[in-house]
């Protein structure tokens, strides 16, 4: 049997001892990554590796501080691709990237 994997633990512990720091964060992160999400994108369309690499590396920083490690794997495949400058692998760990975080929005939803 597979333990389900809580991603949002690290909030959930916060909470425990300051409920609105929790909410706040939460909140920050529901607003803020949808246009780090969007540099991403256009970053990768444009075929810029640089501005992919830190749009990945910036996105990753937040997610790792939140402990959103699987979030933070996608963005390091990102940084990664954008060096090899293999922008169809970039893009792929993008789309996952952002199916993970529609997903992870959910689960924030119902704390």
């Given at each position: 049997?597979?333990?389900?994997?809580?991603?949002?633990?690290?909030?959930?512990?916060?909470?425990?001892?300051?409920?609105?720091?929790?909410?706040?964060?939460?909140?920050?992160?529901?607003e803020q990554t949808p246009e780090l999400l969007n540099n991403i994108a256009r970053s990768i369309h444009s075929e810029n590796p640089q501005s992919t690499k830190n749009a990945a590396h910036t996105?990753?920083?937040?997610?790792?501080?939140?402990?959103?490690?699987?979030?933070?794997?996608?963005?390091?495949?990102?940084?990664?691709?954008?060096?090899?400058?293999?922008?169809?692998?970039?893009?792929?760990?993008?789309?996952?990237?952002?199916?993970?975080?529609?997903?992870?929005?959910?689960?924030?939803?119902?704390?």
């Amino acid at each position: 049997m597979t333990v389900p994997i809580d991603h949002l633990s690290m909030l959930k512990t916060i909470g425990e001892d300051s409920p609105e720091v929790m909410h706040s964060l939460a909140t920050m992160f529901k607003e803020q990554t949808p246009e780090l999400l969007n540099n991403i994108a256009r970053s990768i369309h444009s075929e810029n590796p640089q501005s992919t690499k830190n749009a990945a590396h910036t996105l990753k920083g937040v997610c790792q501080n939140l402990g959103f490690d699987h979030m933070a794997e996608q963005c390091k495949k990102i940084e990664k691709d954008a060096i090899a400058h293999n922008f169809v692998a970039a893009n792929e760990h993008s789309q996952t990237l952002k199916e993970q975080y529609e997903s992870l929005i959910q689960e924030i939803n119902k704390l």
